[in-house]
C-alpha cells in the first residue's frame, strides 16, 4: 500500500529501510525511523482508538510521551502482548503487529459508541450516583459490567517471557532532557572531567528541535546540531548518553529512577537483550531540562480522529515527511499554530484556514503566514467540528457571537500554548509558584540539589534557553567539586518563541451543559463535567479531580491538568493559584511491572535456603515445605505411603528404635568474652553463672513487656563461651536483639556475639537406639550416661572432623543434636544414617519432630505462644531464676495485667473421642448451648494424630486453663460440636523416664 | 531512598543498608524492678512520634551492625545529622532544623 501522505524529499527518514507493519490485521508500509503513529499517517490513518467512557473515535492528539488517545496493543506473540502502548512513542519495526483497543466488533464500527449518544447521561460522577443499590451488586454486577464496557487494552494473559535488567549508577551531574537545553547543560558540565549522565525518553536527542524548523544553532539548523552535539557527547568517557530512557521518578536525595527501553524497538530482540533496563541513579545535582507540552483547545467536538496539538503535526511533518492532512485546518491562540501552517504550506500540503482567537495578531510569522497567502481569521474560534471517523469541517464564528461559517478540512491542529513540565521538579518536592503573566507553574523553591533550565524553568526563546542551561552545567559541575573553564554557550542564529496562548476553555466550549468539548481526552472528560463538579460543591482542585477523573489517566493530565484547573478556577470565581495544583507523582509515564521486579522473580523473588544435607533428604524422597526462606524436609514417604502413613511410621520409629532429622536451620549464636555469662543471665530469665561447663539449659528469652520471645537449648561450653539456639524463624531477630542489648543498654559488658547458625550442620539422631548408632564415629568423648548425662555438651570428633555433641531431647526419649561443621554435614549425615539403618532407624521430617515435641508438651514459640504468652501462662515459671534482680522483661513479667487471675493458659486437651483430631486455630467454649456468638474462652495451638498414644492430642490456649483439669470444653466446628478434656501437656511417658534411659 | 551517614562507618549510604530501630534516648533503668508502674508505663509505651524534628535509633545492620542515633526531620524527611549510640543528645543542630 502506497504512502500517499509521505512528501518525497520532506523529512529527515528518507532514504530509510522500508518496513512492513500491520494494525488491526491490514498490512501497511513505512520506513527506518518512524513511530507507528507517524507510519500510520503516511499511509492516511487517524482512526487507531475508541475512548475510554463513551467509545468515540479518536486519533493521534500529539506526537511524544503525552499521547493521551492512540493506546494500542502490540503484539510479539502469544505471551508479548503490551496493551496500552502510545503508538506516537513506539517505534517501527518490521512486522510490527499493533491492535486498537476498546472497541467491539470492530474499530469503525463499535457498538459501545451508544454510550456517545446516551452521553447526557454519562456524566461526571454518574457511575456513583447511579450504580448505588443494592450495595452488593456493585461488586458483583456493576464493577464487573462497567469494568468490561470501558476501559484500555487486555492484560496479557501469559507469564512475561522477557528479562528485564537494573542497574545503580552513581554521577556528579545527571541532566534529564536531550533538547536544546540538556544538551547545553551536559556540554558544560562534561568539560569539568566529572560523571555526566544526560537521559532523554526519544531514540534521538533533540526534544522540539525535532519539530522546530526555526531554530539554527552554531551554523546548522537545530536538529543537525543536536545530533552532532550527540555524537560529541558519546564519544567523551565521562558521559554517558541514555536515549530512549525515561526519568519517571524524582526522590529523596537526588536519587532518581530511569527505565531504559532496550529492545521495544527492535523487530527480533533475541533472548541476550533485556527488554528494559532499570537505572536507580544517584546524583550531586541534578538539572531539569524537560521542556514543555503544547496544549490542545478546549471546544465542542475537539475530538475527533485528525485533530491534533500543532507541533505534533510539525514533528510529523519536518521529521517523518508525512502531512497529517491536504486541507489542514489551524485553530490558534498564538504564534505555535502559524508555524505549523507555515511548514505545512511550505511542503505543500493545503491549508484551509489559520483560526486565531486574538483580536489583531501581528509579528513575524502572522506576516509571513499572510504572504504565503494562508486564509487568517483572527478574533474567531472553532465552535464545532463535523465528520465521523474523521474529521471533515471546522465551524467558526467571532468569540464573542456572530454568524457562523463552516470550512471543509481533512485536519485540524490546535495549539492553545505550552506548559511546563514541571513533573519532575514537583516530584522533587519543589515549591511551583503561578506566574500570573504567562499564566504558567514555574519552579520557585528548590528542595533538593537540582535546576530547572529552558522551557520547563518559563524560558522563552533558545537564546535564553541554551544560555541558560549553559551556565546551570558549568555550576553544577562546580557544585559537585568539579573544575570547568567557563562554559561556551553555543551561539543561537535563529529561533522559535512558545510564548503566548490561553488555557481554560475557549468559545465552541459552553457554557451551556449540551456540548462535549474534552479537557482530559483519555478519561473522556469535559469542560461540562469539570462544571458539574464545581455545582455540586466541589471546591478544592483535589476533589475535583477526583470527582470528574480529570488527570487521573495513565498520561497523568499532562495535556489536561492546567485546562481543568483554569475551568475550575473560572467557575468558582477564583484566581488559578487560590485554587491550587494537583500533586504530581511518580511515574511521569507508566513503567512496566517487568522494570520494576527486574531479576527478583520466580526461584530469584526471594532466596531460598537450604541446608547442608538437603541433597539427601531430596535424593530420599522427602517431601519440602517452606520454613520462612528454608526448604524443610517435611516428612519421607515410603512407596505407597501417603502423609499420614509416613509420619505414623516415623513418629513409631524414632520411640521403638531411634530416628536422624536434620536441625540444621536452628538459629545458633555464640555467645563469648569473660562477660558472657552476666550477658546471658540478662537476656534469658534463667540462670547462667552456676551452670557448669559442659552442661546445657533450656532458656527463655523474654520482650521487655514480659512476654516470650524466643527459647532453645544453651550449652556452656566454657566459663567464657555460650553455644545458644534459637528458633529457626527466630534466629535474626534475637541476634538483632542482643546486638541492640550489647551495644546500647549494656554495653560494659566485655561480650562478642557470633552469628554461626549456617556454620553449624545440625543431626538430631534421637530414641533409644541413638548413643549406638553415633558412638562408633565418635572420638575423644564419653558417651556414657555417667560420663554424658541428659543436657550436656562435649567437644570431640566425628567420622575425624570437629563436633559440638549435645545430648538434648526435643522428642522427650534420649538424644543427641550432632553439631558438625556445614561443609561436612551430609558426609557425616550419611556415616550416621549407615549406623541407623544397623539399628532400624529412620529419616524423619518436621511433621513427625512436631507430633513427637507435642506428645511430650514441649512448645513451639510462635505456635502454641502468640507474642501475648508469659512464661508462666505457658507452664515454664521454673525457667524463671527467682533470685535475679534483672532480666530483659523481669519488670514487664510484674505488670498487672500479666499476673491478673483467669489469663489464658497452655493446657493439654484430649478429644472425647480419640479418632477426632482437632483443627488447629479452633475455637473453644465452656458452654456449646449459649446463642450466638459465644463467648470463646481459647483456642487449640497444636493438634495431631499421636500414633504414639493411639490417640489425638491437642495443646490449647485456654482461660485459666491450668485450674480447669479434668474439665470438658467443647469445640464448635460447622458441623458439629468436639468435646474435650482439659489435661496437662504431657501426653507420653510422663515420669520422663525415656530421657535418660 | 534517603542516605544515612553511618557515624563509625563515616560514611553515607543508602537507606537498603540500615534498619529504623525507634525512638532513641529511651533509658532503661539499671534498677528496672524499682521502677513504679508509671514510670514503666513511660518507658514501655510512651513515645513522641513528633511533626518534625525526631531523635531515633537506626543501625547499620548490612554495614557494620551498629546501632546509632540519628536526626531527623518528619516532615521534610531529611536527616539533620548522626552519632554513635551513648552519646548524649545534642544540644545544638545543624542546617534546617525547624
Given at each position: 500500500?502506497?504512502?500517499?501522505?509521505?512528501?518525497?524529499?520532506?523529512?529527515?527518514?528518507?532514504?530509510?529501510?522500508?518496513?512492513?507493519?500491520?494494525?488491526?490485521?491490514?498490512?501497511?508500509?513505512?520506513?527506518?525511523?518512524?513511530?507507528?503513529?507517524?507510519?500510520?499517517?503516511?499511509?492516511?490513518?487517524?482512526?487507531?482508538?475508541?475512548?475510554?467512557?463513551?467509545?468515540?473515535?479518536?486519533?493521534?492528539?500529539?506526537?511524544?510521551?503525552?499521547?493521551?488517545?492512540?493506546?494500542?496493543?502490540?503484539?510479539?506473540?502469544?505471551?508479548?502482548?503490551?496493551?496500552?502502548?502510545?503508538?506516537?512513542?513506539?517505534?517501527?519495526?518490521?512486522?510490527?503487529?499493533?491492535?486498537?483497543?476498546?472497541?467491539?466488533?470492530?474499530?469503525?464500527?463499535?457498538?459501545?459508541?451508544?454510550?456517545?449518544?446516551?452521553?447526557?447521561?454519562?456524566?461526571?460522577?454518574?457511575?456513583?450516583?447511579?450504580?448505588?443499590?443494592?450495595?452488593?451488586?456493585?461488586?458483583?454486577?456493576?464493577?464487573?459490567?462497567?469494568?468490561?464496557?470501558a476501559?484500555?487494552?487486555?492484560?496479557?494473559?501469559?507469564?512475561?517471557?522477557?528479562?528485564?535488567?537494573?542497574?545503580?549508577?552513581?554521577?556528579?551531574?545527571?541532566?534529564?532532557?536531550?533538547?536544546?537545553?540538556?544538551?547545553?547543560?551536559?556540554?558544560?558540565?562534561?568539560?569539568?572531567?566529572?560523571?555526566?549522565?544526560?537521559?532523554?525518553?526519544?531514540?534521538?536527542?533533540?526534544?522540539?528541535?525535532?519539530?522546530?524548523?526555526?531554530?539554527?544553532?552554531?551554523g546548522?539548523?537545530?536538529?543537525?546540531?543536536a545530533?552532532?552535539?550527540?555524537?560529541?557527547?558519546?564519544?567523551?568517557?565521562?558521559?554517558?548518553?541514555?536515549?530512549?530512557?525515561?526519568?519517571?521518578?524524582?526522590?529523596?536525595?537526588?536519587?532518581?529512577?530511569?527505565?531504559?527501553?532496550?529492545?521495544?524497538?527492535?523487530?527480533?530482540?533475541?533472548?541476550?537483550?533485556?527488554?528494559?533496563?532499570?537505572?536507580?541513579?544517584?546524583?550531586?545535582?541534578?538539572?531539569?531540562?524537560?521542556?514543555?507540552?503544547?496544549?490542545?483547545?478546549?471546544?465542542?467536538?475537539?475530538?475527533?480522529?485528525?485533530?491534533?496539538?500543532?507541533?505534533?503535526?510539525r514533528?510529523?511533518?519536518?521529521?517523518?515527511?508525512?502531512?497529517?492532512?491536504?486541507n489542514?485546518?489551524?485553530?490558534?491562540a498564538?504564534?505555535?499554530?502559524?508555524?505549523?501552517?507555515?511548514?505545512?504550506?511550505?511542503?505543500?500540503?493545503?491549508?484551509?484556514?489559520?483560526?486565531?482567537?486574538?483580536?489583531?495578531?501581528?509579528?513575524?510569522?502572522?506576516?509571513?503566514?499572510?504572504?504565503?497567502?494562508?486564509?487568517?481569521?483572527?478574533?474567531?474560534?472553532?465552535?464545532?467540528?463535523?465528520?465521523?471517523?474523521?474529521?471533515?469541517?471546522?465551524?467558526?464564528?467571532?468569540?464573542?457571537?456572530?454568524a457562523?461559517?463552516?470550512?471543509?478540512?481533512?485536519?485540524?491542529?490546535?495549539?492553545?500554548?505550552?506548559?511546563?513540565?514541571v513533573?519532575?521538579f514537583?516530584?522533587?518536592?519543589?515549591?511551583?509558584?503561578?506566574d500570573?503573566?504567562?499564566?504558567?507553574?514555574?519552579?520557585?523553591?528548590?528542595?533538593?540539589d537540582?535546576?530547572?533550565?529552558?522551557?520547563?524553568?518559563?524560558?522563552?526563546?533558545?537564546?535564553?534557553?541554551?544560555?541558560?542551561?549553559?551556565?546551570?552545567?558549568?555550576?553544577?559541575?562546580k557544585?559537585?567539586?568539579?573544575?570547568?573553564?567557563?562554559?561556551?554557550?553555543?551561539?543561537?542564529?535563529?529561533?522559535?518563541?512558545?510564548?503566548?496562548?490561553?488555557?481554560?476553555?475557549?468559545?465552541?466550549?459552553?457554557?451551556?451543559?449540551?456540548?462535549?468539548?474534552?479537557?482530559d481526552?483519555?478519561?473522556?472528560?469535559?469542560?461540562?463535567?469539570?462544571?458539574?463538579?464545581?455545582?455540586?460543591?466541589?471546591?478544592?482542585?483535589?476533589?475535583?479531580?477526583?470527582?470528574?477523573?480529570?488527570?487521573?489517566?495513565?498520561?497523568?493530565?499532562?495535556?489536561?491538568?492546567?485546562?481543568?484547573?483554569?475551568?475550575?478556577?473560572?467557575?468558582?470565581?477564583?484566581?488559578?493559584?487560590?485554587?491550587?495544583?494537583?500533586?504530581?507523582?511518580?511515574?511521569?509515564?507508566?513503567?512496566?511491572?517487568?522494570?520494576?521486579?527486574?531479576?527478583?522473580?520466580?526461584?530469584?523473588?526471594?532466596?531460598?535456603?537450604?541446608?547442608?544435607?538437603?541433597?539427601?533428604?531430596?535424593?530420599?524422597?522427602?517431601?519440602?515445605?517452606?520454613?520462612?526462606?528454608?526448604?524443610?524436609?517435611w516428612?519421607?514417604?515410603?512407596?505407597?505411603?501417603?502423609?499420614?502413613?509416613?509420619?505414623?511410621?516415623?513418629?513409631?520409629?524414632?520411640?521403638?528404635?531411634?530416628?536422624?532429622?536434620?536441625?540444621s536451620?536452628?538459629?545458633?549464636?555464640?555467645?563469648?568474652?569473660?562477660?558472657?555469662?552476666?550477658?546471658?543471665e540478662?537476656?534469658?530469665?534463667?540462670?547462667?553463672?552456676?551452670?557448669?561447663?559442659?552442661?546445657?539449659?533450656?532458656?527463655?528469652?523474654?520482650?521487655?513487656?514480659?512476654?516470650?520471645?524466643?527459647?532453645?537449648?544453651?550449652?556452656?561450653?566454657?566459663?567464657?563461651?555460650?553455644?545458644?539456639?534459637?528458633?529457626?524463624?527466630?534466629?535474626?531477630?534475637?541476634?538483632?536483639?542482643?546486638?541492640?542489648?550489647?551495644?546500647?543498654?549494656?554495653?560494659?559488658?566485655?561480650?562478642?556475639?557470633?552469628?554461626?547458625s549456617?556454620?553449624?550442620?545440625?543431626?538430631?539422631?534421637?530414641?533409644?537406639?541413638?548413643?549406638?548408632?553415633?558412638?562408633?564415629?565418635?572420638?575423644?568423648?564419653?558417651?556414657?550416661?555417667?560420663?554424658?548425662?541428659?543436657?550436656?555438651?562435649?567437644?570431640?570428633?566425628?567420622?575425624?572432623?570437629?563436633?559440638?555433641?549435645?545430648?538434648?531431647?526435643?522428642?522427650?526419649?534420649?538424644?543427641f543434636?550432632?553439631?558438625?561443621p556445614?561443609?561436612?554435614?551430609?558426609?557425616?549425615?550419611?556415616?550416621?544414617?549407615a549406623?541407623?539403618?544397623?539399628?532400624?532407624?529412620?529419616?524423619y521430617?518436621?511433621?513427625?519432630?512436631?507430633?513427637?515435641?507435642?506428645?511430650?508438651?514441649?512448645?513451639?514459640v510462635?505456635?502454641?505462644?502468640?507474642?501475648?504468652?508469659?512464661?508462666?501462662?505457658?507452664?515454664?515459671?521454673?525457667?524463671?531464676?527467682?533470685?535475679?534482680?534483672?532480666?530483659?522483661?523481669?519488670?514487664?513479667?510484674?505488670?498487672?495485667?500479666?499476673?491478673a487471675?483467669?489469663?489464658k493458659?497452655?493446657?493439654?486437651?484430649?478429644?472425647?473421642?480419640?479418632?477426632?483430631?482437632l483443627?488447629?486455630?479452633?475455637?473453644?467454649?465452656?458452654?456449646?448451648?449459649q446463642?450466638?456468638?459465644?463467648?470463646?474462652i481459647?483456642?487449640?495451638?497444636?493438634?495431631?494424630?499421636?500414633?504414639?498414644?493411639?490417640?489425638?492430642?491437642?495443646?490449647?490456649?485456654?482461660?485459666?486453663?491450668?485450674?480447669?483439669?479434668?474439665?470438658?470444653?467443647?469445640?464448635?466446628?460447622?458441623?458439629?460440636?468436639?468435646?474435650?478434656?482439659?489435661?496437662?501437656?504431657?501426653?507420653f511417658?510422663?515420669?520422663?523416664?525415656?530421657?535418660?534411659? | 531512598?534517603?542516605?544515612?551517614?553511618?557515624?563509625?562507618?563515616?560514611?553515607?549510604?543508602?537507606?537498603?543498608?540500615?534498619?529504623?530501630?525507634?525512638?532513641?534516648?529511651?533509658?532503661?533503668?539499671?534498677?528496672?524492678?524499682?521502677?513504679?508502674?508509671?514510670?514503666?508505663?513511660?518507658?514501655?509505651?510512651?513515645?513522641?512520634?513528633?511533626?518534625?524534628?525526631?531523635?531515633?535509633?537506626?543501625?547499620?545492620?548490612?554495614?557494620?551492625?551498629?546501632?546509632?542515633?540519628?536526626?531527623r526531620?518528619?516532615?521534610?524527611?531529611?536527616?539533620?545529622?548522626?552519632?554513635?549510640?551513648?552519646?548524649?543528645?545534642?544540644?545544638?543542630?545543624?542546617?534546617d532544623?525547624?
Amino acid at each position: 500500500m502506497p504512502q500517499s501522505y509521505r512528501l518525497q524529499g520532506k523529512g529527515r527518514l528518507t532514504p530509510a529501510k522500508g518496513l512492513r507493519f500491520s494494525f488491526d490485521g491490514k498490512h501497511y508500509s513505512g520506513l527506518q525511523g518512524d513511530t507507528l503513529a507517524s507510519a500510520l499517517l503516511a499511509n492516511g490513518v487517524h482512526l487507531v482508538g475508541r475512548s475510554f467512557k463513551y467509545h468515540r473515535p479518536r486519533g493521534f492528539l500529539s506526537a511524544g510521551a503525552e499521547e493521551p488517545n492512540a493506546l494500542v496493543t502490540v503484539q510479539r506473540d502469544a505471551a508479548r502482548k503490551t496493551p496500552n502502548v502510545r503508538a506516537t512513542v513506539q517505534e517501527l519495526y518490521d512486522g510490527l503487529d499493533a491492535h486498537s483497543q476498546n472497541r467491539w466488533p470492530s474499530l469503525s464500527f463499535d457498538v459501545g459508541a451508544v454510550n456517545d449518544l446516551a452521553g447526557s447521561m454519562f456524566s461526571a460522577g454518574f457511575y456513583y450516583k447511579t450504580f448505588m443499590w443494592p450495595k452488593s451488586a456493585w461488586k458483583n454486577v456493576y464493577e464487573p459490567k462497567i469494568r468490561a464496557a470501558a476501559g484500555l487494552g487486555v492484560s496479557p494473559d501469559q507469564p512475561d517471557p522477557d528479562h528485564y535488567s537494573a542497574r545503580f549508577a552513581h554521577c556528579e551531574v545527571l541532566v534529564i532532557g536531550g533538547g536544546a537545553a540538556g544538551i547545553a547543560a551536559a556540554r558544560a558540565a562534561a568539560e569539568s572531567g566529572l560523571r555526566v549522565i544526560l537521559a532523554d525518553e526519544q531514540a534521538e536527542l533533540g526534544g522540539a528541535l525535532r519539530f522546530e524548523s526555526g531554530a539554527s544553532i552554531d551554523g546548522m539548523d537545530g536538529w543537525s546540531w543536536a545530533q552532532e552535539a550527540a555524537r560529541s557527547l558519546a564519544g567523551m568517557p565521562n558521559v554517558r548518553v541514555l536515549t530512549r530512557t525515561t526519568a519517571f521518578g524524582y526522590y529523596a536525595q537526588n536519587f532518581v529512577g530511569l527505565v531504559e527501553r532496550v529492545s521495544d524497538h527492535l523487530a527480533s530482540p533475541g533472548g541476550a537483550l533485556p527488554r528494559e533496563r532499570l537505572w536507580q541513579v544517584r546524583a550531586k545535582r541534578v538539572v531539569l531540562a524537560t521542556g514543555a507540552i503544547e496544549r490542545h483547545l478546549v471546544f465542542a467536538e475537539n475530538d475527533r480522529p485528525g485533530i491534533m496539538l500543532a507541533s505534533a503535526a510539525r514533528a510529523y511533518l519536518n521529521h517523518n515527511g508525512v502531512a497529517v492532512g491536504r486541507n489542514v485546518g489551524i485553530y490558534t491562540a498564538g504564534d505555535s499554530g502559524y508555524a505549523a501552517a507555515i511548514d505545512l504550506k511550505k511542503a505543500g500540503a493545503g491549508v484551509a484556514a489559520i483560526v486565531d482567537l486574538r483580536d489583531n495578531p501581528t509579528g513575524a510569522l502572522v506576516d509571513e503566514a499572510r504572504s504565503l497567502g494562508i486564509e487568517i481569521n483572527h478574533g474567531r474560534a472553532v465552535v464545532r467540528t463535523a465528520g465521523k471517523l474523521r474529521v471533515s469541517s471546522m465551524t467558526i464564528r467571532p468569540k464573542n457571537g456572530g454568524a457562523e461559517r463552516t470550512i471543509a478540512v481533512d485536519a485540524l491542529l490546535m495549539s492553545a500554548g505550552w506548559t511546563p513540565s514541571v513533573h519532575l521538579f514537583s516530584q522533587s518536592r519543589g515549591r511551583l509558584a503561578f506566574d500570573a503573566e504567562s499564566r504558567r507553574f514555574l519552579p520557585s523553591d528548590y528542595a533538593q540539589d537540582c535546576v530547572a533550565v529552558g522551557a520547563c524553568n518559563g524560558t522563552e526563546t533558545l537564546e535564553a534557553t541554551v544560555a541558560e542551561a549553559s551556565k546551570a552545567g558549568e555550576q553544577a559541575a562546580k557544585a559537585a567539586g568539579g573544575k570547568t573553564a567557563k562554559a561556551v554557550a553555543p551561539k543561537v542564529d535563529a529561533s522559535e518563541s512558545w510564548a503566548g496562548g490561553m488555557v481554560g476553555s475557549g468559545p465552541g466550549a459552553g457554557p451551556d451543559d449540551t456540548v462535549k468539548a474534552f479537557v482530559d481526552f483519555q478519561n473522556d472528560v469535559t469542560a461540562k463535567d469539570i462544571r458539574l463538579a464545581v455545582r455540586e460543591g466541589m471546591r478544592s482542585i483535589e476533589h475535583v479531580k477526583r470527582f470528574t477523573t480529570n488527570g487521573m489517566a495513565t498520561d497523568q493530565g499532562k495535556t489536561s491538568n492546567m485546562h481543568g484547573l483554569a475551568i475550575a478556577a473560572d467557575a468558582l470565581g477564583k484566581e488559578i493559584p487560590q485554587v491550587g495544583l494537583t500533586t504530581f507523582r511518580p511515574p511521569y509515564t507508566p513503567v512496566t511491572f517487568g522494570a520494576i521486579i527486574g531479576h527478583a522473580r520466580g526461584p530469584l523473588f526471594d532466596p531460598t535456603r537450604r541446608t547442608a544435607i538437603h541433597p539427601w533428604a531430596e535424593a530420599n524422597g522427602a517431601v519440602f515445605e517452606d520454613v520462612g526462606q528454608w526448604k524443610r524436609a517435611w516428612y519421607f514417604p515410603r512407596q505407597g505411603e501417603d502423609m499420614h502413613a509416613a509420619v505414623n511410621r516415623e513418629c513409631e520409629t524414632v520411640r521403638k528404635a531411634a530416628g536422624l532429622f536434620d536441625a540444621s536451620t536452628l538459629g545458633k549464636i555464640e555467645v563469648v568474652g569473660p562477660d558472657a555469662a552476666k550477658f546471658m543471665e540478662l537476656m534469658y530469665t534463667n540462670p547462667w553463672e552456676k551452670l557448669e561447663a559442659g552442661r546445657c539449659r533450656y532458656g527463655i528469652m523474654l520482650r521487655e513487656d514480659g512476654f516470650i520471645y524466643d527459647d532453645g537449648v544453651v550449652g556452656r561450653l566454657a566459663a567464657d563461651r555460650f553455644h545458644v539456639t534459637t528458633t529457626t524463624g527466630g534466629a535474626a531477630r534475637v541476634m538483632n536483639m542482643m546486638e541492640d542489648y550489647l551495644q546500647t543498654e549494656f554495653p560494659h559488658l566485655n561480650v562478642w556475639l557470633t552469628s554461626i547458625s549456617e556454620q553449624w550442620a545440625v543431626i538430631a539422631v534421637q530414641g533409644p537406639k541413638s548413643r549406638e548408632i553415633i558412638e562408633p564415629l565418635v572420638e575423644g568423648i564419653d558417651m556414657s550416661d555417667g560420663a554424658m548425662p541428659h543436657m550436656s555438651v562435649r567437644e570431640g570428633k566425628i567420622c575425624g572432623v570437629p563436633t559440638r555433641l549435645f545430648r538434648m531431647s526435643f522428642t522427650g526419649d534420649r538424644g543427641f543434636e550432632v553439631n558438625v561443621p556445614a561443609d561436612y554435614g551430609q558426609a557425616v549425615w550419611e556415616a550416621l544414617w549407615a549406623e541407623g539403618r544397623k539399628h532400624g532407624a529412620c529419616a524423619y521430617g518436621t511433621e513427625a519432630m512436631h507430633v513427637l515435641r507435642a506428645e511430650k508438651g514441649y512448645i513451639i514459640v510462635g505456635q502454641d505462644t502468640d507474642g501475648t504468652v508469659t512464661p508462666s501462662d505457658a507452664g515454664l515459671d521454673w525457667a524463671i531464676g527467682k533470685k535475679k534482680t534483672d532480666f530483659v522483661g523481669i519488670r514487664g513479667l510484674t505488670r498487672p495485667d500479666l499476673v491478673a487471675k483467669g489469663r489464658k493458659q497452655l493446657v493439654g486437651l484430649k478429644t472425647k473421642d480419640p479418632n477426632v483430631v482437632l483443627e488447629e486455630g479452633a475455637q473453644i467454649v465452656a458452654d456449646p448451648r449459649q446463642p450466638v456468638p459465644m463467648t470463646m474462652i481459647g483456642h487449640v495451638t497444636s493438634s495431631y494424630w499421636s500414633q504414639n498414644c493411639g490417640r489425638s492430642i491437642a495443646l490449647a490456649l485456654v482461660a485459666g486453663g491450668q485450674g480447669r483439669m479434668g474439665e470438658t470444653l467443647y469445640v464448635p466446628m460447622p458441623d458439629r460440636t468436639i468435646e474435650v478434656e482439659v489435661t496437662g501437656m504431657v501426653f507420653f511417658d510422663e515420669a520422663g523416664g525415656r530421657l535418660h534411659g | 531512598m534517603l542516605l544515612i551517614r553511618c557515624p563509625y562507618c563515616e560514611q553515607d549510604l543508602p537507606e537498603l543498608e540500615f534498619r529504623n530501630a525507634g525512638e532513641a534516648h529511651v533509658v532503661r533503668s539499671g534498677n528496672l524492678v524499682a521502677e513504679s508502674d508509671e514510670d514503666f508505663e513511660r518507658f514501655l509505651f510512651i513515645r513522641e512520634n513528633p511533626k518534625g524534628i525526631i531523635y531515633e535509633r537506626w543501625r547499620h545492620i548490612h554495614g557494620c551492625g551498629r546501632f546509632f542515633n540519628a536526626v531527623r526531620n518528619t516532615v521534610s524527611d531529611k536527616f539533620l545529622m548522626t552519632y554513635k549510640a551513648g552519646e548524649k543528645k545534642p544540644e545544638s543542630l545543624p542546617g534546617d532544623a525547624k
